[in-house]
């Protein structure tokens, strides 16, 4: 048991990060590791002058603050998969998060399926752990800022329906919380549409690789998470997908008003 738990707890500290900061369909593993090697390949981008990626994570934080002071709560349904490479479902548990203003999420399971064992170690301590550090000491030394990365403007891509300076991110420090890979920004909200890399710790002796992407959706002017996909190669267990979907978002309607009547305050376009 204490064997098994070191190989979960892993697992955990990739997800905390996925915290930090806000879908293609499942690919095979392989194939998906090496997709994220190459969103991770340096570009021969050249940046407009006089912008770098620190002016740009600044309008970032600004534009957060303004969209936080906005949103007094909402609703959404998360699924939460871990799958091994052939696809089989080996843990999944549904579940109805609920958020009000400033910082308060609750979490109540609807339906739940596989390995107890898994479910309980994994996202019962990760919901956990989401709901108890989300204004917390932890969450700040996370926090996608200055303080914890040097930022470095790559190149602009589209990535859906959203054009977006891309950021290379390289941790200050050593720490299984923060990650080393690229940020790609909405051009236009300065808001973060995805994230692609790998912990810039090891985050567990179980460990041997860890890549994770996050994508984030637009709805109703705010920014939320679509669809996280962490791969994990662990020692004496295989490679395993840790997947957690993001859907059906019911936001306060007077939060859609306030963002339509303060537009013209943040610079955006109709």
Same mark, same amino acid.
């Given at each position: 048991?204490?064997?098994?738990?070191?190989?979960?707890?892993?697992?955990?500290?990739?997800?905390?990060?996925?915290?930090?900061?806000?879908?293609?369909?499942?690919? =095979? $593993?392989?194939?998906?590791? /090496? +997709?994220?090697?190459?969103?991770? #390949?340096?570009?021969?981008?050249?940046?407009?002058?006089? !912008?770098?990626?620190?002016?740009?994570?600044?309008?970032?934080?600004?534009?957060?603050?303004?969209?936080?002071?906005?949103?007094?709560?909402?609703?959404?349904?998360?699924?939460?998969?871990?799958?091994?490479?052939?696809?089989?479902?080996?843990?999944?548990?549904?579940?109805?998060?609920?958020?009000?203003?400033?910082?308060?999420?609750?979490?109540?399971?609807?339906?739940?399926?596989?390995?107890?064992?898994?479910?309980?170690?994994?996202?019962?301590?990760?919901?956990?752990? =989401? $709901?108890?550090?989300?204004? /917390? +000491?932890?969450?700040?030394?996370? #926090?996608?800022?200055?303080?914890?990365?040097?930022?470095? !403007?790559?190149?602009?891509?589209?990535?859906?329906?959203?054009?977006?300076?891309?950021?290379?991110?390289?941790?200050?420090?050593?720490?299984?919380?923060?990650?080393?890979?690229?940020?790609?920004?909405?051009?236009?909200?300065?808001?973060?549409?995805?994230?692609?890399?790998?912990?810039?710790?090891?985050?567990?002796?179980?460990?041997?690789?860890?890549?994770?992407?996050?994508?984030?959706?637009?709805?109703?002017?705010?920014?939320?998470?679509?669809?996280?996909?962490?791969?994990?190669?662990?020692?004496?267990? /295989?490679?395993?997908?840790?997947?957690?979907?993001?859907?059906?978002?019911?936001?306060?309607?007077?939060?859609?008003?306030?963002?339509?009547?303060?537009?013209?305050?943040?610079?955006?376009?109709?």
């Amino acid at each position: 048991m204490a064997t098994h738990f070191g190989r979960i707890k892993g697992m955990v500290v990739l997800t905390f990060i996925l915290g930090a900061g806000s879908a293609a369909p499942l690919a =095979e $593993s392989q194939d998906a590791a /090496g +997709q994220i090697a190459q969103e991770m #390949a340096l570009s021969s981008y050249r940046a407009p002058v006089g !912008l770098t990626g620190d002016d740009i994570i600044a309008q970032m934080l600004q534009r957060n603050r303004l969209r936080n002071q906005q949103l007094q709560q909402y609703s959404a349904v998360r699924t939460y998969e871990i799958r091994n490479l052939e696809g089989k479902v080996a843990a999944q548990a549904v579940v109805r998060v609920k958020y009000r203003a400033p910082d308060k999420k609750t979490f109540s399971k609807t339906s739940e399926k596989g390995s107890s064992i898994v479910r309980h170690l994994v996202f019962d301590r990760l919901i956990q752990s =989401e $709901s108890e550090t989300s204004s /917390g +000491q932890e969450h700040h030394n996370s #926090a996608i800022t200055t303080a914890n990365y040097t930022f470095t !403007l790559a190149g602009d891509e589209e990535v859906g329906p959203y054009h977006c300076f891309v950021l290379e991110a390289m941790p200050k420090r050593k720490d299984k919380y923060l990650f080393e890979g690229k940020i790609w920004i909405d051009a236009e909200d300065f808001a973060v549409v995805k994230i692609a890399g790998h912990p810039a710790k090891k985050p567990s002796f179980w460990i041997n690789r860890a890549d994770f992407v996050r994508r984030y959706q637009r709805i109703d002017g705010f920014w939320f998470p679509l669809r996280d996909e962490t791969f994990v190669e662990v020692k004496m267990y /295989g490679r395993r997908v840790f997947i957690v979907d993001h859907q059906q978002y019911v936001i306060d309607p007077a939060n859609h008003l306030q963002v339509q009547a303060e537009k013209g305050d943040m610079g955006d376009p109709d």
